[in-house]
């Protein structure tokens, strides 16, 4: 009787303290950053749903490529419908390997060749934040890719050929502002998956850096944002840049649209002024490129 009593208490202390761990509240800071890096990283873009509520992240976006039609899933802390059975682990993972809980290889329609540079603190709080967000009862949608991308090694050979995970390391030769700058454009704003033309097999072209394609997200064309003088934007210095990043607003007086104008409503403008004067140091010290070359062949 008495070790039943004792083997209850256990019990009831043990319930206690995992009920304790549960409810540990997440630092506000770990929030905060968590927020500002879903932002720098482009995520409410694809994932707001159709009508870009920002607050959901419910996905359902759909992505017309050469090899199909993809949709952007859920990633709200919903337990069937989104990411609420991952772990932080798995979420890890997905941004760094491209590989879901389940084992299968993603599509690189998610862009975690270049999500694979996260540092584990800045993954460690966009876990933290989109783990807080309300969850959403909306199923993610089925991709309707090309029938040879459901061959089991379709994606592993892809990836042996095209993918290099690893974190970001900065350049030491290069100053503190060109390091943070090279990692919002390359790892969290991914920008050259928009503006670096791709191959035949939808690997992106580095030698073409940035050098803009006809064939953007939905057929769309993307403009050079190389520093050549007349092809890309040579003409524009750091504060002109800087300053469209948060407006939309070109030198001349225009203002961008379509999906640029989604990542600059969604992100871009979200950044503090030092981040986004830091992605401009970093573009314009690209090589000059002309666009008539990206255009004139593939691979």
Not at 247 to 266: A, K, L, Q, R, Y
């Amino acid at each position: 009787m008495r070790a039943r009593v004792w083997w209850g208490l256990f019990l009831l202390v043990l319930a206690g303290w995992r009920g304790a761990v549960a409810q540990t509240p997440v630092a506000p800071e770990l929030l905060e950053r968590g927020e500002y890096v879903v932002y720098a990283a482009g995520c409410i873009s694809c994932h707001a749903g159709e009508e870009g509520e920002s607050e959901h992240l419910e996905g359902g976006r759909a992505f017309n490529t050469p090899f199909g039609t993809f949709h952007a899933p859920n990633i709200t802390p919903h337990p069937e419908h989104g990411i609420g059975r991952w772990t932080e682990e798995q979420f890890r993972r997905a941004l760094r390997e491209g590989v879901a809980p389940d084992g299968r290889r993603y599509f690189p329609v998610f862009p975690y060749t270049a999500y694979t540079r996260i540092r584990d603190h800045d993954i460690r709080a966009m876990w933290a934040y989109l783990s807080s967000r309300p969850p959403v009862a909306r199923p993610s949608l089925a991709h309707g890719g090309a029938w040879y991308l459901q061959l089991p090694l379709a994606m592993r050979l892809w990836r042996l050929l095209h993918f290099s995970p690893g974190p970001w390391q900065d350049d030491p030769d290069r100053s503190a502002q060109w390091n943070r700058g090279a990692y919002l454009a390359e790892a969290l704003g991914h920008c050259g998956e928009c503006h670096t033309p791709r191959g035949l097999m939808g690997n992106l072209r580095l030698d073409r850096k940035y050098v803009g394609t006809p064939d953007g997200p939905d057929g769309d064309s993307v403009p050079n944002i190389t520093p050549h003088p007349e092809d890309g934007i040579g003409k524009w210095d750091q504060d002109d840049l800087a300053y469209f990043l948060e407006s939309g607003m070109t030198p001349e007086g225009d203002f961008t649209g379509g999906i640029m104008s989604e990542v600059i409503d969604n992100g871009q403008r979200h950044l503090t002024a030092e981040d986004r004067r830091a992605i401009a140091s970093y573009v314009l010290s690209l090589p000059p490129l002309a666009d008539e070359e990206a255009l004139g062949g593939g691979e």
